[in-house]
């Protein structure tokens, strides 16, 4: 496919308060509708379903939005500025492509596509029609994944040896894609944006218990190039909600709890093997130390991560949820899907291995 840049793109006029069309109005699209609703740097100017009954609920909270069952009518119309999609995974692509080549900036919900082909061919129009393309990656957003991202960063926790998260309740089970697509993209986010590196090998293990052929529960192996490893469990079948992350560095560890009132916790503890001062002396030196609890903002994501669209729409800034960052997360979610499909086998995450492009 060739894009050429569109002969005016170098001169393309940033809306100072962009206006902003939801379309997709089911479980996820009218939180996005509301938090837009209450932005000042961003106006929602229209929302859109195919379908009846979801459209008429989310229209009759804001009447001044245009409401319509067509995409189309999104797509023609000049005073919208840009869209954001809240459909399903498998629409993504078709719908992107189809908003970019209209010339609108277009938000997506993660994933950013179904397939590495697809985001990458997104990225490319995007890049050459100078529009924003930003995938949802909400937990970039969220106040203790912004803290942990800041402790890693500033060498506080020293190297990370490891990580490890469970994102695992009972329901709700997806009836169109595996719980790796669903819920995959937030611990693959979150991993990308706190150790600033795509892992270089997979491995994973699945099974589909309850809907034949769709996984409800994966447990995913990560080797980074740091040489930090990453375990994640996802599940969509479990006794009880849990959301919780351990990091442990060479300096300190900590747990993000998401579902508890201290959801960051830092332990100022370790062991480390001093040099042994005669052949065959092994001693190791355990440290516990403090447990700080640092308050956390309670500030919503959802709305700081539509401010950063806006911003980005307005001015031209890279959001923190880049396109590229949504690339690399789709990378790692196919790189899962060939490690199941090969039995468990430990799959180096590689874009140019064509074996994963055929995987989907
Ligand atoms: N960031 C997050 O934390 C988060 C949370 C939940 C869901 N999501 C994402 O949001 C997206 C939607 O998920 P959901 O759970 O709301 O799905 P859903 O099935 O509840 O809603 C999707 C809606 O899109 C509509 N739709 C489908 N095709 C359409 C089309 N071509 N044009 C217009 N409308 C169309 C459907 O009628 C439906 O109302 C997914 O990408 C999902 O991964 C993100």
């Keep these: 496919m060739t894009v050429g840049p569109r002969p005016d793109a170098a001169w393309r006029t940033r809306p ?32 859109c379903d195919t379908r009846e009954a979801s459209l008429a609920d989310v229209a009759r909270r804001y009447p001044a939005a245009r409401a319509t069952l067509s995409v189309e009518d999104i797509l023609d119309d000049p005073t919208i500025d840009a869209v954001v999609l809240a459909t399903p995974i498998g629409t993504h692509y078709a719908l992107a492509d189809a908003a970019l080549r209209a010339d609108k900036h277009v938000f ?30 909400t937990f970039l957003y969220s ?3 912004l803290m942990i991202r800041d402790l890693i960063a500033s060498g506080e926790l020293g190297d990370i040896y490891f990580v490890s998260m469970s994102r695992v309740n009972l329901g709700l089970h997806q009836s169109d894609v595996s719980v790796a697509w669903d819920l995959g993209p937030h611990d693959f986010s979150i991993l990308r944006f706190w150790l600033g590196e795509t892992p270089e090998s997979i491995s994973a293990l699945s099974r589909a218990c309850v809907i034949p052929d769709m996984p409800d529960v994966a447990f995913i192996n990560m080797e980074f190039p740091s040489q930090t490893i990453a375990h994640v469990e996802l599940s969509w079948l479990a006794p009880s909600k849990l959301r919780r992350t351990t990091i442990v560095g060479a300096s300190k560890m900590v747990v993000y709890d998401d579902t508890s009132t201290e959801p960051v916790r830092i332990f100022d503890s370790g062991v480390s093997f001093p040099n042994p001062e005669s052949f065959g002396e092994f001693r190791l030196s355990y440290r516990t130390g403090d447990i700080v609890s640092p308050p956390v903002s309670a500030s919503e994501p959802l709305r700081a991560e539509m401010e950063d669209f806006c911003r980005a729409v307005s001015t031209g800034s890279t959001p923190v949820s880049s396109a590229a960052l949504g690339h690399e997360v789709v990378r790692m979610i196919e790189s899962t899907d060939l490690s199941l499909a090969r039995q468990g086998a ?13 995987t989907n």
Aim: charged residues 25%; contains cysteine; proline residues 9%.
């Design 346 to 358: 430990r799959v180096e995450v590689d874009s140019d291995d064509p074996s994963l492009v055929a």
């Design 16 to 47: 100072e308060r962009p206006r902003l069309a939801v379309i997709g109005l089911g479980y996820w699209g009218p939180k996005i509708a509301r938090n837009i609703q209450e932005l000042e740097c961003g106006e929602l100017a229209a929302v």
């Design 143 to 145: 106040p203790p994944v």
């Design 108 to 137: 997506v919900e993660k994933p950013l596509a179904a397939s590495s082909v697809e985001s990458g061919r997104l990225m490319e129009l995007a890049a050459a029609r100078d529009l924003v393309l930003m995938p949802g990656h």
